[in-house]
C-alpha cells in the first residue's frame, strides 16, 4: 500500500508563505514521480509541481518563480515551498504520486494516479 499525508495548510495573506510536507508510506518503491496537484471546488484539479525519480523538475507556469518542490534523501518526505501567495492560489492542495509509470509527469499531469487526502491553502487579499 502506499499512503500520501499532506500537512502545513492554513490560512494566510496574500503575499505570505507556506510550507507543504507529504509523508509517505510505502511498502514498494514503485513510486515513478512524486508531486503536488491543487483543486478548486467545482473545477478541475490541476497539477502545481512534480519531482520525477532522476530528479527533473517541473512546476505550472502559474507557480513558477514562487513554488520549489523538493524532497528528502529517502523519498520519503515530499515538501513544497510556497513563496508569495496569491488569492488565486486559494486551494485544497494534494500529494500525488505515479505508481505505474505509463506517463511521464515531466510532459503530463496526467501521470499523477495517487492522491492523499489534501490539505487546504487559503490565501485571502
Known amino acids: 500500500q502506499v499512503h500520501l499525508t499532506e500537512s502545513g495548510g492554513g490560512s494566510v495573506h496574500a503575499g505570505g508563505s507556506l510550507a507543504l510536507t507529504c509523508e509517505v508510506s510505502?511498502?514498494?518503491?514503485?513510486?515513478?514521480?512524486m508531486g503536488w496537484s491543487r483543486q478548486v471546488p467545482g473545477q478541475e484539479r490541476e497539477g502545481v509541481a512534480a519531482?520525477?525519480?532522476?530528479?527533473?523538475?517541473r512546476y505550472a507556469d502559474s507557480v513558477k518563480g514562487r513554488f520549489t518542490i523538493s524532497q528528502d534523501n529517502t523519498k520519503k518526505t515530499l515538501y513544497l515551498q510556497m513563496n508569495s501567495l496569491k488569492p488565486e492560489d486559494t486551494a485544497k492542495y494534494y500529494c500525488?504520486?505515479?505508481?505505474?509509470?505509463?506517463?511521464?509527469?515531466?510532459?503530463?499531469?496526467?501521470?499523477?494516479?495517487?492522491w492523499g487526502w489534501g490539505t487546504q491553502v487559503t490565501v485571502s487579499p
Open positions: 500525488a504520486t505515479d505508481l505505474w509509470g505509463y506517463e511521464d509527469c515531466m510532459e503530463s499531469w496526467d501521470a499523477f494516479n495517487h
Open positions: 510505502a511498502d514498494h518503491d514503485n513510486m515513478y514521480c
Open positions: 519531482i520525477d525519480r532522476r530528479g527533473a523538475i
